[in-house]
């Protein structure tokens, strides 16, 4: 099944279902749900659901020294979770990265906190678990004391591990106002969280400090970093490049443009979706989640708020 059936399958049970951890419960009470792993270096590997939607792109490094998580998925997947990674290595998990603060990529922060792991993430991501807790899509999940990051930083973190290094750092208000995006830069590898979409409109949540502006800024960052070899780890869709990024930048800043024309020509919104701005990229990149309609209602009101 394409990542595209995945979720159309599993928005068709609940719209809500893809980023709410209790309502996608049901989803993933069907059987068959399982993490497949990609090598991408000796040791660093992606993690990803398959059979079923089961949250954000997972990275996971190991070795000697003991395993990084970064991500944990949705909660009712914990167990297939902790399957998968122990097919991989015997290694406690000593340190968790949260990318951002939404229930489909830190909904195992719990179970793993609990279990002796130590969360780094940015300072605003903890900010926003303590007071507001986790971000669904229908309001918000709250996070217990395990689940709250232990260490925070509020530019970059450098991990020194298993003769490796992990470059941890912020992206200014882009997909929320507390991503973070990991450059493993011996192996040139760079889990961008969902600051990458791959092949999919992105979701910018606005409504947790996430910008247009922002998220493209961040995407030039990573593609700054990368070369016709990287590989870039999304938040979504399967493993990319750095062709597939500027792919997403280009789209992104094609439809901003063509939006902001329309903006300045003085449309309303019902105008401006009317006339439907990005419909040659519908093919290609609306999906379940962020149709080409809702893609353009965030372009609107990023442009007049
Ligand atoms: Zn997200």
Redesign the pocket.
Known sequence: MSLKSVFAALLALSPAAL?DPALAQDAMQEPGITFQSTELAPGLYMLEGVGGFAG?NLGLLFGEDGAVLIDDGLPPLTDELLEAIGKLTKEPIEFLVNT?V?G??IGGNEAFGEAGATIVAHDKLRERLAAEGMTTATGQAPAPEDALPVVTFSDSVTFHLNGRSAYVFHVERA??DGDAVIHFRNDNVIHA??VLFHSLFP?I?LDSGGSVKGFLAAQKRILALADESTKIIP?HGELAGKADLAAAIAMLEDSLARVRTLVEAGKTEAEILAANPLADYHDDWNWGFITTERMTKTLVRELTE
């Open positions: 980023l954000g951002h939404h489909d990529h997909h929320t969280g969902d979701f949540d938040g």
